[in-house]
């Protein structure tokens, strides 16, 4: 799947789940030492494309939050941003 901005347009926000205030570590996989965003984009479809076997599915990866040196792989639906 393409990912896409969330938010307005040529804006930047750290992603959220449920609402503006909902952080919590539970919704995403940080990744440290990240230092491209194309990187980050990477990281994120490979995660996405873990096969299926007895134990269940792999993680999907609903979108990402990348900062210089550190990704998120986030778990939950991104439903909101941080303004």
């Keep these: 799947s393409k990912l896409v901005p969330v938010g307005p347009r040529g804006t930047s926000h750290p992603c959220r789940g449920r609402s503006s205030s909902d952080n919590h570590p ?3 996989y ?4 990240v230092t491209d965003i194309e990187e ?3 990281i994120c479809a490979a995660w996405t494309g873990l096969p299926c076997n007895e134990w269940g599915c792999g993680p999907k990866c609903s979108g990402i939050e990348w900062s210089y040196g550190r990704c998120e792989l986030w778990k939950v639906e991104i439903e909101s941003v941080n303004p």
């Design 26 to 28: 539970r919704n995403y």
């Design 30 to 33: 940080a990744v440290s030492d």
């Design 40 to 42: 980050c984009k990477a």
